[in-house]
């Protein structure tokens, strides 16, 4: 399988987490780059549902090493009770997971300032899931964040924890909001911290010392292109680098160990949060929703839904340098006709071809919509290409046209054995 980035290509929920998990039977080491909890993997295994929001898909897969990576931010409760979890369904977690001692923390006024920081937003607000993700990061950018190297020297961090506090709580006061109890959270994080140092180490040692082995590593991103922090529709984007180049940042590898980047995209278009949707149909969602589709993993939100949106999808292959393409949940789209694709936008009376860069003027964007024959057929249990309705093929052949990315693999339902390979 070589190395491989994987990336969403869309604004996250492409279906990563089954493609991740596919993938993880050709590679030997599952690296997460980016993001905190505030992302979910869902990988459904003999019936079995797992969610998993700071462990890479791989810890699934016997045999497999999984590794957090330094440019992750770890919330170490939340990370110690998604362990616990998964052992008890089952899930063997030991020499299989190592977490980079530079990766920050996630600390409890992170979550009050997310939160504080929304509701003062009114209707302007980002749509977080006030995971604490965003002032985690921001405190990263301004030298002055924890991290897991911290956790591990028990004196240190209490210290400059206590810093942190009384630092955090006099901007909480002054927003009205509840302050954090220091005696809490420091016994809190040092009894995780006791419970995750087995798994602490330098990753990126590690890393090159298996490159240097010819190991395969497979890097699990999470979000999407547009919820980048420089690519995607700011401001509504996450606190992280969702795009191709985070991985070689967040893990330490360089580019040029890099095989392919592989992206995922729906075959379709969702959105959970706020921000510009171009292809936003109510009628699309409401056809998904009663399914039992497209509720968010970590939040339960229902996702915003819409027809697939080619404009956006091909400046995520360029961005990304999208090698091969994994489409998903085409079986969506089983009982549509016709279906519409977004194949340009119009603003302001001008066709354009590239999502402008203003969020304003992506929320004025009107979609130029091609339309498709719908297939009218079950593909759930299609196994190879030839096995799909031809007016799937002909659906997923245009989309892989659109986007300028070789068509890989298309999955056709959450198991692992629905997933076609081209």
Known sequence: MANTILIGAQWGDEGKGKIIDVLTARADIVV?????NNAGHTVIERGKKYILHLIPSGILRRGKMCVIGNGVVVDPVALVGEIEGLRKLGVKIDKNLLISDCAHLVLPYHRALDEQRELRKGRAKIG??????????????????????????PR???????????????????????????????????AAGAKLRPFVTNTVVYLHRALQR???????????TFLDIDHGTYPYVTSSNTTAGGACTGTGVPPHRVDRVMGVMKAYTTRVGEGALPTEDRQVAKRLHELGREFGATTGRARRCGWFDAVATRYAA???????LAITNLDGLDDVDPIKVCVAYRLNGKRIDVPPSDALQLENCEPIYEEHRGWKKSTERAAKFS???????????????LTGARLSMISVGPERAQTIFL
Do not use: W
């Not at 977080?128 to 911290?150: E, N, V």
């Not at 590593?217 to 999407?224: D, N, V, W």
């Not at 360029?318 to 091969?324: C, K, L, P, Q, S």
């Open 128 to 153: 977080t899931t006030k995971r604490g993700i965003g002032p985690a990061y921001g405190d990263k950018a301004a030298r002055t964040g924890l991290r897991m190297c911290d956790l591990m020297q």
């Open 32 to 36: 997460r780059s980016q993001g905190g």
């Open 387 to 401: 096995h799909l309705p031809p007016r799937a093929r002909a659906y997923v052949k245009r989309i892989s046209e």
């Open 318 to 324: 360029m961005i990304n340098g999208i090698d091969d």
């Open 214 to 224: 010819d190991k395969e590593i497979l890097f699990e991103g999470a979000q999407g």
């Open 156 to 190: 240190l961090f209490s210290k400059k924890l206590q810093a942190k506090i009384r630092e955090n709580n006099a901007i909480l006061r002054a927003l009205g909001a509840k302050p954090i109890n220091y005696d809490e959270v420091n016994d809190a994080y040092l």
